[in-house]
């Protein structure tokens, strides 16, 4: 399991939405191993006023945070990582404007399908 939130501006970020899914959807299924049909993506747009951020970011600042069971290794999410600052800026985002986290928890901490994630049975590997 991972969920994905993308914060940016309205601007930058809503006209290239669907690109911009695909890209993180294509890095997750290659570096996590995720199934094509787990994709579950979360855009928050900004208005100027109320992203505040660094001056020597642009309008394209984006910030990725990456939610998941715990058990990827530190190779497959540091694939992830060089993966999406490779594929990125073909969507006109520097990396220079591009954060990434990524958050992980216990399955006990997840709540899916009315069972505790520890409970549920996956159709792919978390350990990768």
């Not at 020597?56 to 910030?63: E, G, P």
Request: net charge negative.
């Amino acid at each position: 399991m991972a969920q994905i939130k993308i914060f940016g501006l309205r601007s930058t970020l809503k006209p290239i939405q669907g690109a911009f899914s695909d890209v993180l959807h294509a890095c997750a299924v290659e570096a996590l191993q995720l199934p094509q049909d787990k994709r579950f993506h979360r855009f928050f747009f900004m208005d100027q006023e109320d992203f505040i951020y660094p001056g020597d970011r642009t309008d394209q600042y984006t910030i990725i945070e990456i939610s998941m069971f715990e058990g990827r290794s530190a190779a497959a999410k540091k694939q992830l990582i060089q993966l999406l600052f490779e594929k990125i800026p073909a969507l006109g985002i520097g990396v220079s404007d591009l954060e990434i986290t990524i958050f992980e928890t216990p399955k006990a901490n997840w709540g899916i399908r009315g069972l505790p994630g520890d409970e549920l049975h996956l159709n792919y590997r978390v350990d990768v």
